[in-house]
């Protein structure tokens, strides 16, 4: 049983490129979720899906895409890379939207 | 302003002690109070969830307590082992879900042998 699953693992951009992140989970949960953590600061939403068909903003949604491809996978997408987005990428997923959250092994990002 | 508060922020405690980390918050009303355990390089890891009408939860030598009145919560590790060093992290969720839940910064605890 994998969980969520997270590609790439690590991933070095210089700034203006693009890039897809992967996520995966295999729990048949509703919700999906990307957060970004940096250090010194806690977990910070970027864009969730409630349910397949269906994306929201988080809190910080500037200079990301997101797709919610199927059940299983929510893509999140750097259309035009910055340093400031240099971080560490998490996926999780739930059942709802108060339910326990599963977290990804995450995607360290340096934008250089 | 940051909604929910964690202290100490870090600490170092010899193995085979017991710690207590601090959660406040100020989110209200809340569904559930969450902790995780975040080991370097991974992916935070649920400890136990607790809701608003429950005091105590166990998870092995984890042991969360919850002051829903005060809104408090605290994580007491006992007879710590070098796996307990991680970052431990107070996550509540809003009574009315809308997928935004509050994180707290994590308190890095250090176990030494």
């Known amino acids: 049983n994998a969980g969520v699953t997270q590609t790439p693992k690590f991933q070095v951009l210089k700034t203006g490129q693009s890039m897809t992140l992967q996520c995966a989970q295999d729990?048949?949960?509703?919700?999906m979720y990307w957060y970004r953590q940096d250090p010194g600061m806690g977990l910070r939403l970027i864009y969730y899906?409630?349910?397949?068909?269906?994306?929201d903003k988080g809190e910080v949604p500037n200079g990301y895409n997101v797709s919610r491809l199927n059940k299983r996978e929510f893509s999140l997408r750097l259309e035009s890379a910055a340093p400031s987005q240099t971080s560490v990428y998490f996926c999780?997923?739930?059942?709802?939207?108060?339910?326990?959250?599963?977290f990804g092994q995450g995607t360290r990002l340096t934008v250089v | 302003k940051n909604q929910v508060e964690q202290s100490p922020q870090s600490l170092i405690i010899l193995e085979g002690k017991n710690c207590t980390l601090q959660c406040n918050y100020t989110v209200s009303p809340f569904s559930n109070l969450r902790w995780y355990k975040q080991d370097t390089g991974r992916g935070p890891v649920s400890l136990t969830i607790m809701t608003f009408s429950e005091n105590t939860k166990s998870n092995g030598r984890y042991t969360a307590t919850l002051d829903a009145d005060t809104k408090q919560s605290s994580l007491h590790i006992t007879a710590s082992q070098l796996s307990d060093s991680a970052s431990y992290i107070c996550?509540?969720?809003?009574?009315?879900?809308?997928?935004?839940?509050?994180f707290g910064k994590g308190n890095q605890v250090v176990v030494i042998p």
């Open positions: 729990m048949n949960h509703n919700s």
């Open positions: 996550v509540v969720s809003p009574y009315y879900g809308n997928n935004r839940l509050a």
């Open positions: 899906s409630a349910s397949e068909g269906t994306t």
């Open positions: 999780a997923s739930s059942v709802g939207p108060v339910t326990e959250a599963f």
